[in-house]
């Protein structure tokens, strides 16, 4: 087959599956999308690539990196308090495999139909298989979850719990059996955009954790301008992980692993009932430590000794 058939092929098989919006004036088959943007709302915009190999094992059913490569991108909205609204995709293919392409929209546009995301536009190329999805959401002016908001004396939170993605991902690479329920976490991330959004006016700095709790909160501190003060040992574990690896090992994938795509955040300890009670019909929040002044990102177990991981989080090009 032509590959110019072949691409245009696929989009119309993309085309013919996607959803749409009243405020997506002309989407997929044009130039270009056009976009009406809601009156007094803010746009945001976040994008994330996925590569075969890096991000998901290569025999990852399509279906599931279909819902991957859309979860870390509404991660990100997430992150902001944003409401999801649009997206664009980019498909590298080794080929024009329709397969492939059907069961990846299977994945991707159940999650998509889930938040009311519509897609709108995108790409396709030959090439390795590659991933790279933009997202476009609204938000209130004014109140945005940010990195820059954390202040000394504030509560540290993560949601859900953390390491079964990095867990699943150190099972795969040392060959063995890969527990189901990890895979799962790996295979699967829940995009906690409802918290995000009943966070704000609550949380004074958000982030979610894609490279590891820890080097991601370097970022904030970053940010803030603050220290963090981490207490490992505090750090919410699934029945799974705590089933398949020992104390050390935990502490290390929980707070270095990535990949889980849970919300860390702060807030002012006088409103830790409210954080409680926003969260609540959303997603499990735990408190896991607090906010001090410019020491960076410190780590302790539950006697007060510091811990030492080696390194924070995951390095793109290392």
Same mark, same amino acid.
């Given at each position: 087959?032509?590959?110019?058939?072949?691409?245009?092929?696929?989009?119309?098989?993309?085309?013919?599956?996607?959803?749409?919006?009243?405020?997506?004036?002309?989407?997929?088959?044009?130039?270009?999308?056009?976009?009406?943007?809601?009156?007094?709302?803010?746009?945001?915009?976040?994008?994330?690539?996925?590569?075969?190999?890096?991000?998901? $094992?290569?025999?990852?059913? $399509?279906?599931?990196?279909?819902?991957?490569?859309?979860?870390?991108?509404?991660?990100?909205?997430?992150?902001?308090?944003?409401?999801?609204?649009?997206?664009?995709?980019?498909?590298?293919?080794?080929?024009?495999?329709?397969?492939?392409?059907?069961?990846?929209?299977?994945?991707?546009?159940?999650?998509?139909?889930?938040?009311?995301?519509?897609?709108?536009?995108?790409?396709?190329?030959?090439?390795?298989?590659?991933?790279?999805?933009?997202?476009?959401?609204?938000?209130?002016?004014?109140?945005?979850?940010?990195?820059?908001?954390?202040?000394?004396?504030?509560?540290?939170?993560?949601?859900?719990?953390?390491?079964?993605?990095?867990?699943?991902?150190?099972?795969?690479?040392?060959?063995?059996?890969?527990?189901?329920?990890?895979?799962?976490?790996?295979?699967?991330?829940?995009?906690?955009?409802?918290?995000?959004?009943?966070?704000?006016?609550?949380?004074?700095?958000?982030?979610?954790?894609?490279?590891?709790?820890?080097?991601?909160?370097?970022?904030?501190?970053?940010?803030?301008?603050?220290?963090?003060?981490?207490?490992?040992?505090?750090?919410?574990?699934?029945?799974?992980? #705590?089933?398949?690896?020992?104390?050390?090992?935990?502490?290390?994938?929980?707070?270095?692993?990535?990949?889980?795509?849970?919300?860390?955040?702060?807030?002012?300890?006088?409103?830790?009932?409210?954080?409680?009670?926003?969260?609540?019909?959303?997603?499990?929040?735990? #408190?896991?430590? #607090?906010?001090?002044?410019?020491?960076?990102?410190?780590?302790?177990?539950?006697?007060?000794?510091?811990?030492?991981?080696?390194?924070?989080?995951? #390095?793109?090009?290392?």
């Amino acid at each position: 087959m032509d590959s110019k058939v072949a691409e245009f092929d696929l989009i119309e098989r993309i085309r013919r599956r996607i959803a749409t919006r009243s405020d997506v004036l002309l989407g997929i088959g044009d130039d270009a999308a056009l976009l009406q943007l809601p009156a007094g709302m803010q746009l945001v915009v976040a994008m994330d690539t996925l590569n075969s190999g890096v991000h998901f $094992p290569p025999e990852t059913a $399509p279906a599931d990196i279909g819902w991957k490569a859309l979860a870390v991108n509404l991660s990100d909205l997430a992150a902001m308090g944003a409401l999801p609204a649009w997206c664009t995709l980019s498909l590298s293919l080794p080929d024009a495999n329709s397969d492939f392409v059907d069961g990846f929209l299977d994945g991707f546009l159940a999650l998509a139909e889930q938040h009311d995301i519509a897609l709108v536009g995108g790409d396709t190329a030959r090439g390795p298989l590659s991933i790279c999805v933009t997202v476009h959401g609204f938000i209130e002016p004014g109140t945005a979850l940010r990195r820059d908001g954390a202040c000394v004396g504030d509560d540290l939170w993560v949601s859900g719990s953390l390491g079964d993605a990095a867990a699943a991902l150190s099972q795969w690479r040392a060959g063995g059996a890969i527990d189901p329920g990890l895979r799962a976490r790996l295979d699967r991330p829940t995009p906690r955009v409802s918290l995000g959004r009943a966070l704000r006016g609550i949380a004074t700095s958000c982030i979610d954790i894609s490279d590891g709790l820890l080097a991601d909160l370097g970022h904030v501190c970053k940010a803030s301008d603050v220290g963090v003060r981490v207490d490992v040992d505090a750090l919410p574990a699934s029945q799974a992980l #705590r089933a398949c690896f020992d104390a050390e090992a935990i502490r290390r994938l929980q707070a270095t692993g990535g990949d889980d795509y849970e919300l860390c955040f702060s807030a002012p300890v006088e409103l830790r009932s409210a954080v409680i009670e926003s969260a609540s019909t959303h997603a499990p929040v735990t #408190r896991i430590g #607090r906010i001090v002044s410019r020491n960076g990102v410190s780590a302790l177990d539950a006697s007060g000794v510091a811990w030492q991981p080696g390194q924070a989080g995951f #390095r793109h090009f290392e």
